[in-house]
């Protein structure tokens, strides 16, 4: 069946940087883009880039360039999502999701990964 | 970039009662090519990730019960729950994936009144 597993929690401080993982199975890995979203607490889902896994194009939110890298390794069928410079309001649950890069076969974000909390505090 | 915008924040209807949630793109996300709106709708309950209810504004995803049905163009769209059960209690978002950077609302809370 289709999964798609996060890494554990994490706490970090000020300044430091952060790489969660999101391993995929049960599904054709290379037809599909990886999208990171993010959710402070009471806020609203917000969305930080996506790779397509590919031709490993990406693409970021401007709110978030120079600061996240989404890479992936197509071997271990495993997406990363690091940030870095992390700051006390990056502190959120972490998202992956995946989303099919075949436009005929657009339908949305169908699987979800299951959340890593991300603590950033001194 | 496109901002898009819920209306109401929270909502609470009776059981078995219609509840309507309405969503605003700051610009068209209608693909001409095509004539679909790229605009999905996700259900999101406490502690879970979200789950997609509806995309190209009106496509329900397989296994979403028929109750959940979306709407709209253009900028334009709603999402109706036909009639209210215990286990549609949640924060629903719409999203679009026109441009990037893709976007989503800031929800709207379901409960029951």
């Known amino acids: 069946q289709v999964q798609l597993v996060q890494s554990g929690a994490e706490v970090k401080k000020p300044g430091a940087s952060v790489k969660v993982s999101c391993k995929a199975s049960g599904f054709t890995f290379n037809i599909y883009a990886i999208h990171w979203m993010r959710q402070a607490p009471g806020q609203r889902l917000e969305w930080m880039g996506r790779i397509s896994v590919g031709n490993g194009n990406t693409k970021y939110s401007h709110k978030f360039q120079g600061r996240v890298t989404i890479t992936r390794d197509t071997s271990a069928r495993t997406a990363y999502m690091e940030l870095s410079n992390l700051r006390p309001e990056d502190t959120a649950v972490y998202y992956c999701?995946?989303?099919?890069?075949?436009?005929?076969?657009?339908?949305?974000?169908?699987?979800w990964g299951q959340g890593t909390q991300v603590t950033v505090s001194s | 970039d496109i901002v898009m915008t819920q209306s109401p924040d929270s909502l609470a209807v009776s059981l078995g009662e219609r509840a309507t949630i309405y969503c605003n793109s700051s610009?068209?996300?209608?693909?001409?090519?095509?004539?679909?709106?790229?605009l999905g709708w996700y259900q999101q309950k406490p502690g879970q990730p979200p789950k997609l209810l509806i995309y190209w504004a009106s496509t329900r995803e397989s296994g979403v019960p028929d109750r959940f049905s979306g709407s709209g163009s253009g900028t334009d769209f709603t999402l109706t729950i036909s009639s209210l059960q215990a286990e549609d209690v949640a924060i629903y978002y719409c999203?679009?994936?026109?441009?990037?950077?893709?976007?989503f609302g800031q929800g709207t809370k379901v409960e029951i009144k």
């Open positions: 999701a995946r989303f099919i890069m075949v436009p005929t076969a657009y339908s949305g974000f169908d699987y």
């Open positions: 999203q679009q994936y026109y441009n990037f950077p893709w976007a």
């Open positions: 610009q068209s996300v209608l693909y001409t090519s095509n004539y679909k709106n790229s």
